[in-house]
């Protein structure tokens, strides 16, 4: 292990800014070969497991919601009045937080693509798909594209809701 730094801050002695300070740690020989030494794992198969439940977990909230608003949709083309604007006012909120939820599940399904890119480039043997590099860069891309929408569509609804929340006090 090789440590350099510019302008040593350690002592007194003052260092030019083209100099370079070689500092040797005390009790490592100062050839010592670290090619053997295995190193820990930052991510392991529990980390990708949880972020796969975690990804599951979002997915079913989303479900959920998407069935909550598909029902808010039916009772706000039946309903006549003012009850008509509270639902509209619901349905708009619930499909801001399906634009939550779509974009909480992106960035879930991101982190598990990252962790799996990270535990590939340790674990050489056990490396779990996808494995190129390329594939990866058009996933993350792709997701990068996803969340973009997913952050437009949330802002659209958030205004909407405001909106609707505006016109209804003006009854």
């Known amino acids: 292990m090789k440590l350099l730094l510019r302008r040593k801050l350690l002592t007194n002695e003052a260092i030019a800014p083209d100099q370079h300070v070689r500092v040797q740690p005390e009790g490592i020989p100062e050839k010592e070969d670290f090619s053997s030494y295995a190193s820990m794992n930052i991510i392991d198969k529990e980390d990708i497991e949880g972020e796969e439940r975690r990804e599951a977990e979002i997915a079913e909230n989303l479900q959920s919601l998407t069935e909550r608003s598909e029902m808010l949709e039916k009772e706000l083309e039946v309903s006549i009045g003012r ?89």
């Open 83 to 171: 009850n008509n604007k509270i639902l509209e006012s619901d349905l708009h909120r619930a499909k801001a937080e399906i634009a939550t939820q779509e974009r909480a599940l992106l960035e879930a399904r991101l982190s598990l693509i990252l962790s799996k890119k990270k535990y590939n480039e340790l674990n050489f043997e056990n490396r779990i798909p996808p494995f190129e590099e390329e594939e990866l860069r058009s996933i993350c891309r792709e997701i990068g594209f996803q969340l973009n929408e997913a952050r437009i569509k949330k802002r659209t609804y958030d205004y909407l809701v405001d909106l609707v929340d505006y016109l209804a006090k003006q009854l």
